[in-house]
């Protein structure tokens, strides 16, 4: 079979290796004749897996002793309804950064709970997407949480820094679905940090919560059990079965990580292959990236060609060398090449050479 590079944005590849070694435990899982799949989530084997999973993963992110982790089902779109059902009351308001098409879908599912306002979107600047600062936010009044979207999956914007709250103890919300585990941060700048999987993590079926511990225990009544994240930290996240098998998936690729060098090592890989495609964007005019600098995703590259009418020859050709799911989101267009950590530094290279050899032929 040819090498394949898939660049979906999620879900997304996960490392060879990884998919391996489920592959090799698959049928027999730790020798017990069965597959992780068929086993109680309550019984010791699984118990250790899921234990582990939390072990590595707060060893990577180095999550402090005051932070719980929970591993949920419902993906992101899951917490845009659990975070106001767990830390808000209908009557106070949660803040929003809108900076793309997930953060503004924060925004809309949390009005179905409580008030909200929308502190700044971002706009065009000499034709590339900017997301205004602190300073140039407008802010009426004391919110219950903030919440913002780290990196914008769709539109290839990523924020590397982190809003202080106006007040000093508004909680930061962030939905770090597509960048969390891609480069060290710290988790006592936020109040709550979840992911869906598929991206960086795992299988889809997943979210992972970093909730601190404060802001356990204040769910409003009708909060569905499952989303309730006191019933589910003082369960294990086991209040009722939980995704067995991404939760061992993402197990075997937090080890994974820690075999690469952890987070720093993944940052430092990140940087590199984000650069080799933006190099490639930038070199001509052939390609063009809407995004100011500074907010240049390190995961979702996006690109349009200059010439549209030649789309589809580039997504046929990419495909026809190996190099697969570029198009770009339907609510953008272009092109998106997503590259979380599981994409090897030859992947980002192939790419940049097919759009270079592409250009070639067809500027
Ligand atoms: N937030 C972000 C940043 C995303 O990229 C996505 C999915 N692409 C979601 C939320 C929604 O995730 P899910 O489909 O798992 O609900």
Known sequence: MQNIFNFSAGPAMLPQEVMQQAQEELINWQGLGTSVMEVSHRGKPFIEVAEQAESDLRELLQIPSNYTVLFMHGGGRGQFSAVPLNISTSF??????????????????????????????????????????QDEWSIAEESGYFHYCTNETVDGVEI?????????????????????????????DFGIIYAGAQKNIGPSGLSVVIVRNDLIGKARKDTPAIFNYQLQANSGSMYNTPPTFSWYLAGLVFKWLKAQGGLEAMAQLNLRKSHILYEQIDATGFYKNNVHNDYRSKMNVTFQLRDESLNDLFLEQAESNGLVALKGHRAVGGMRASIYNAMPLAGAQALADFMQEFERKNG
Not at 160 to 172: D, E, H
Not at 178 to 187: A, H, M, Q, R, Y
Request: proline fraction near 6%; glycine fraction near 6%.
């Open 92 to 133: 106070d308001l949660s803040q929003h950064l809108v900076s793309g098409q997930w953060s503004i879908g924060a925004e809309q599912e949390a009005q179905k709970f409580c008030r909200t306002s929308i502190v700044a979107t971002s706009k065009k600047i000499d034709g590339k997407m900017y997301v205004p600062t």
């Open 160 to 188: 590397n820094w982190v809003p202080k709250s106006a007040s000093g103890n508004v909680p930061i919300v962030a939905d770090m679905s597509s960048n969390i585990l891609s480069k060290p941060i710290n988790i006592e």
